[in-house]
């Protein structure tokens, strides 16, 4: 059974890069039918989308954070990565690693699979 | 503001339907599919519907999905005080190649 679990430094300096990385267990990450992504929920307010990987390397980003943000996977250790640069406190969130269906998967375009959750605070 | 518009709060009686409403537009939920997740608090998002209208095994029948043109809908019966959580919906945006979450819709079952 395919579980996702996040890991990560809890504590990130404002300013500084937050890196966190997704282990997939379970199953293959070198699939041509499913995305990895990244959603996060900052307190007090809902899901937001940061992106998605597919295993060959192709990405897709928030527009939002477009800028500041880079999703890698490492299909030769079972598992992709985030990093965030020059993070402010409205980057503190509980960071979700996910799996997405796509063509072929049965559930095109939905995160079945989910990680606990890795909440990151970025604080002085 | 979220570009998938939900109600923030919906509220029912134990036992009865309630339903969330998720509008959007042609670039998105006109042309793409969408899943919808139940997210209590201190764990991690359920997949509820996915497809526009299909449930993951283990989903209860209680749940289901809809869509028509831009907007889609969850519809829950026979509503249990274990419902209570928070729905997002969720789809594919072609013009920001991006994935898209509503805002959110807040359950309360009275």
């Known amino acids: 059974q395919l579980q996702l679990q996040e890991s990560g430094p809890g504590l990130v300096r404002p300013s500084e890069t937050l890196s966190l990385t997704c282990d997939v267990s379970?199953?293959?990450?070198?699939?041509?039918?499913?995305?990895w992504g990244w959603i996060r929920q900052p307190p007090g307010k809902g899901l937001e989308w940061i992106g998605i990987?597919?295993?060959?390397?192709?990405?897709?980003?928030n527009p939002s954070l477009k800028s500041r943000v880079a999703i890698t996977v490492d299909t030769s250790k079972s598992q992709f990565s985030l990093r965030l640069t020059s993070v402010t406190a409205a980057d503190t969130a509980v960071y979700y690693c996910?799996?997405?269906?796509?063509f072929g998967s049965g559930i095109h375009g939905a995160f079945d699979i989910w990680g606990h959750g890795a909440l990151v605070t970025v604080s002085s | 503001q979220s570009v998938l518009t939900q109600p923030p709060s919906v509220s029912a009686a134990p036992g009865q339907k309630v339903t969330i409403s998720c509008s959007g537009s042609?670039?998105?939920?006109?042309?793409?599919?969408v899943s919808w997740y139940q997210h209590l608090p201190g764990t991690a998002p359920k997949l509820l519907i996915y497809?526009?209208?299909k449930r993951p095994s283990g989903i209860p029948d209680r749940f289901s999905g809809s869509k028509s043109g831009t907007s889609a809908t969850l519809g829950i019966t026979g509503l249990q005080t274990g419902d209570e959580a928070d729905y997002y919906c969720?789809?594919?945006?072609?013009?920001?190649?991006?994935?898209?979450f509503g805002g959110g819709t807040k359950l309360t079952v009275l």
């Open positions: 379970g199953d293959s990450i070198s699939t041509n039918i499913y995305f």
């Open positions: 996910a799996r997405r269906g796509y």
């Open positions: 042609s670039s998105n939920i006109g042309n793409s599919y």
């Open positions: 990987i597919y295993y060959n390397g192709n990405t897709y980003y």
């Open positions: 969720e789809t594919w945006d072609n013009s920001l190649t991006a994935d898209l």
């Open positions: 497809e526009n209208d």
